[in-house]
Nanobody, 126 residues
């Protein structure tokens, strides 16, 4: 599966953005979807993940309550809605896919994800 992330940009602190992750090549419903981010000089870190059917999700503590992960399997697309953005959310955001069986638990470990999009830059100005 190939992934294309989009939707990044410049936003003021307190604002919102929605990132999209469009899949091609294979149906996205065979994969759980994760979002990760990497700020300059830092390691890539987990942000959120969603199950194949969309019924389960998990978030890092730093974004819980502000970000919402979702997916539309009919459109072969995943999303990350980001509200109440802070300057520390500034990073390149990557979507990733992990081919798993339906009952497998979600993962926040980037090593578990097999496919990655190219990243989209989110800059939050304070």
């Amino acid at each position: 599966v190939q992934l294309q992330a989009s939707g990044g940009g410049l936003v003021q602190a307190g604002g919102s953005l929605r990132l999209s992750c469009a899949a091609s090549g294979r149906t996205l419903r065979e994969y759980s979807v994760g979002w990760f981010r990497q700020a300059p000089g830092k390691e890539r870190e987990f942000v959120a993940a969603i199950s194949r059917g969309g019924g389960s999700s998990m978030y890092s503590e730093s974004v819980k309550g502000r970000f919402t992960i979702s997916r539309d399997n009919a459109k072969n697309t995943g999303y990350l809605r980001m509200d109440s953005l802070k300057s520390e959310d500034t990073a390149v955001y990557y979507c990733a896919a992990r081919r798993i069986i339906m009952t497998a638990p979600l993962s926040g470990d980037k090593e578990d994800y097999n496919y990655w999009g190219q990243g989209t830059l989110v800059t939050v100005s304070s």
